[in-house]
């Protein structure tokens, strides 16, 4: 037999009359639906319902809210039930009495360990030198001590020079002991180069610091002749950073009689105030600069101003503060 090959054109015609033919000729109703896996289909929507004969309890929908009141009488209502007053809290906190507060800070009545071990220190506090009318000043302040934290031995001198001359010079040895952690009680000697010819004294005083406040050293004096004298010391480290410090102080002289051989007058005899900012290049090694201001008062005063002194002055200073 001969095959005839048609044309793509004709042979895609021919195929789409043969599916119509065939489609038309299919007779659905002898065909079981129900082994295809197709359901009967829902019954039709009814366009109307009435609603009337339905219960609605059991679709689950209750009555609608009745509608909101455009006005509310809110002076009948019950705000405390909603926590909306201001009454007092179920548990409300006691007050606070005596007992509470002396509970909650207790005296510090525990001693503190002493330890047998000696230690020591050597301060330079002020070291310092000034540009003064008869030439270059230099003033010196130090103390060392040498002990344990209850017993010490102190060692203390001051003086000032001007010009190459010594004007005022002292050495104090003294006896501490120990009467809190803060405070020191001490006693002994005090010999005094200049003014004058020179003169010992008796010393007893303190020596502390107020937690977290100031320093003090206030030592009394009595000498030969009757002299008696008083010495204040007071000062303050603010610090203004990691190595810079600022420090206040102030000192007072007092005598109990006038000696105008020695620019000595009863009463209140200087005072002094000085305010000196310190760079800490090491804790124990701290360059300084500062202003001084100093005063004569009394037969002090009279006396500077019987030489043609001045009763008041005020100084730029520079110096060091070293501690070993």
């Known amino acids: 037999m001969k ?3 048609l044309p793509m054109a004709v042979a895609a015609a021919v195929c789409l009359s043969a599916g119509s033919v065939l489609a038309q000729e299919a007779d659905h109703s002898a065909m079981d639906h ?11 929507i009814a366009a109307e319902h009435d609603h009337s004969k339905m219960d609605h309890s059991a679709m689950g929908h209750e009555a609608p809210p009745e509608p909101v009141a455009a006005e509310h009488d809110h002076s009948k209502m ?20 005596e007992a509470d507060r ?3 800070f207790p005296a510090l009545s525990t001693g503190h360990a002493h330890h047998a071990q000696w230690f020591s220190k050597v301060l330079f506090d002020e070291l310092e030198a000034w540009n003064a009318e008869d030439g270059t000043g230099v003033l ?3 103390q060392a001590w040498l002990g344990s934290d209850l017993n010490r031995v102190w060692l203390r001198s001051g003086g000032e020079r001007v010009g190459g001359v010594t004007e005022a010079a002292d050495v104090e040895l ?3 002991r120990s009467v809190s952690p803060w405070w020191d009680v001490v006693a002994g000697v005090r010999h005094d180069f200049r003014p004058g010819d020179g003169r010992d004294y008796l010393a007893f005083g303190v020596i502390g610091m107020a937690p977290y406040k100031f320093e003090l050293d206030a030592t009394a004096y009595v000498g030969g002749s009757g002299q008696s004298a008083l010495r204040l010391e007071a000062e303050y480290e603010s610090l203004l950073g990691p190595r810079w410090v ?3 102080k102030l000192e007072a002289a007092f005598y109990g009689k006038s000696e105008p051989e020695s620019g000595i ?11 000196r900012l310190r760079y800490e290049l090491r804790r124990r090694f701290a360059p300084y600069v500062g202003v001084v201001w100093e005063r004569a008062y009394g037969d002090a005063a009279r006396m500077r101003r019987a030489e043609g002194e001045d009763v008041s002055g005020t100084r730029v200073v520079a110096g060091v503060r070293v501690w070993f």
Do not use: C
């Not at 019950?78 to 009495?97: C, K, N, Q, V």
């Open 3 to 5: 095959t005839v090959k």
């Open 34 to 44: 129900s082994a295809m896996g197709h359901e009967a289909p829902p019954e039709p």
């Open 78 to 97: 019950d705000h405390s039930a909603m926590g909306h007053g201001l009454s007092e809290p179920r548990t409300p906190f006691p007050a606070i009495t």
């Open 102 to 104: 002396a509970a909650a």
């Open 140 to 142: 010196w302040g130090a």
């Open 174 to 176: 003294l006896y501490g």
């Open 246 to 248: 600022l420090q206040p």
């Open 265 to 275: 007058g009863a009463g209140l005899n200087t005072l002094e105030a000085g305010l």
